[in-house]
């Protein structure tokens, strides 16, 4: 899902800040839904303190020849994000997105926008309704060694919230926020 996002002219009243867009669309997503438009709200009331694990990460991939890659090399492998949603601001294309039918295409980098991905804890807390995308970041195509820039938003309920499926399935067990977040992060490093 790819949200305009306005020039950045101060006092523009359609300029948001990260965590007010995202407060945003998890209220269209609920919305969507037929829930109550606030159900996800109350659960991230803490961004921007020590009880939630919401986090800006800037990320840059420098140049590449890519005709002296290795074999299968990518700048950002297959991976789901983990807590609610991701906003990501992204200065080229590259990044692919895969379809429910396992093909994976290029997410368009239409400028002045933000893609909005879903991420592991909307999809237990949804029992599916809403499915995390798996993603990747290629190299540029070959000829093009150019650089790229991208600032993802991950967010994340707050530490304490119990995330349970809104269905009352219980599809996926009830888990913590903070304690999900831990035990994917311990997945992906390798630590116990
Ligand atoms: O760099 C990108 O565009 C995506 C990065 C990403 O998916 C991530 O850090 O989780
Ligand atoms: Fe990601």
Known sequence: MAIRCCSSVPGDPEVFLPAELSLRVLRVMAYSLGLDPEVFLSTHRL???DENGTTLRSLYYPPVNSEKAKEGQLRCG???????????FQSSEGLQVRRRSGEFIYA????????VNIAELVQRWTSDQFV?????????????????QSLAFFVQPDDEALITCCDGSN?????????????RFNDSYGQS
């Open 132 to 148: 995390s995308v798996l993603h990747r970041v290629l190299l540029p195509p070959v000829g093009e060694s150019c650089t790229r």
């Open 171 to 183: 599809k996926y067990p009830p888990v913590t926020a903070g304690a999900y977040l831990i035990e």
């Open 108 to 115: 368009p980098c239409i400028p002045g926008t933000v893609l």
């Open 47 to 49: 961004i921007g303190t």
């Open 78 to 88: 297959e991976h789901s994000d983990y807590g609610s949603i991701t906003l990501l």
